[in-house]
Structures are given as structure tokens and as C-alpha cells.
């Protein structure tokens, strides 16, 4: 399940804050208050959209590189261009569509440093450089 409304992304997110909170608080804590940012770093925690995001990328990076067994027709056009990969996805009106897997990943995957999209490398090494990255201007 990706929430794409900010209202059902917030109120998942606010579990996440309170059960980090609480960890928090009975582990760490020394009668400070702390922000959330704070507790995810002493946690070494990304918030939940952003791991959800990473997630969702190395899926995506499995499905391109033919690492994962799925139904052809919903395989996406890839073609490898020198030094870049480019997929085409369909175009949608559908606000539904236009957020699901298949339309959604391609426009952030694309974007993603060629570095890490086109490298050989393993899931493990896609996913450090993943969680290594800045990945902020991708989240909604």
C-alpha cells in the first residue's frame, strides 16, 4: 500500500513518530524533548516514506534488470542508451493510475544518477547508494 494523499501519508507517518518517540524516550531519553528528525538520527531511521521509497526503487531495479518474474504485459519498456537507461510508461489522467507502481516508478527511477542505475552492481550495493542519497525531492 502507497498513500498518495497527504492527509493518509500524515497519519501513517504519526505512528512511526510515536513508536520512534517512545523507543526513544524509555532507551535515550534524559528528560529532553527531542524533535522527530533528532530521534530517526539517534535510531538510525529514515522516516517511513523515504524507506518506502527505497523499497519501491529496488523492486523496480530488480523488475528492469530481470531479477523478478512478472506478467509481461505490465513489464516496462526499457532501453539502455549509452550511458543511460530510459523507460517509457504510459501517460495517464487517472489520479489513481498516475500513482500506481508501473506510471509512478519510471519518472523517479529516471531521474535517479545514471552511477547507480546503470551499474552492474548488486541489490545490496543499489540499496546502500539508495540509503546514501538524498532522496528528499523524490518524496511527496
Not at 512511526?16 to 524533548?33: L, V
Not at 538510525?44 to 509481461?72: A, F, G, T
Not at 513489464?75 to 506510471?103: A, M, W
Not at 527511477?109 to 550495493?125: D, M, N, R, V
Amino acid at each position: 500500500y502507497k498513500p498518495y494523499v497527504k492527509k493518509n501519508i500524515d497519519k501513517i507517518e504519526k505512528i512511526q513518530i510515536m513508536a520512534t518517540k517512545i523507543i526513544h524516550y524509555r532507551c535515550f531519553n534524559k528528560g529532553k524533548k527531542f524533535s522527530y528528525k533528532e530521534v530517526l538520527k539517534t535510531l538510525e531511521l529514515k522516516s517511513l516514506q523515504e524507506r518506502r521509497l527505497i523499497n519501491d526503487l529496488v523492486l523496480y531495479h530488480k523488475i528492469i534488470h530481470n531479477l523478478v518474474r512478472i506478467n509481461p504485459r505490465s513489464k516496462p519498456v526499457v532501453r539502455r542508451l549509452r550511458s543511460r537507461i530510459s523507460i517509457y510508461s504510459e501517460v495517464c489522467k487517472n489520479t489513481i493510475r498516475y500513482n500506481s507502481f508501473f506510471v509512478r516508478m519510471p519518472r523517479i527511477y529516471t531521474k535517479l544518477p545514471s552511477e547507480i542505475t546503470t551499474s552492474p552492481s548488486s541489490i545490496f550495493t543499489f540499496k546502500q547508494n539508495l540509503s546514501n542519497m538524498n532522496l528528499s525531492n523524490f518524496l511527496t
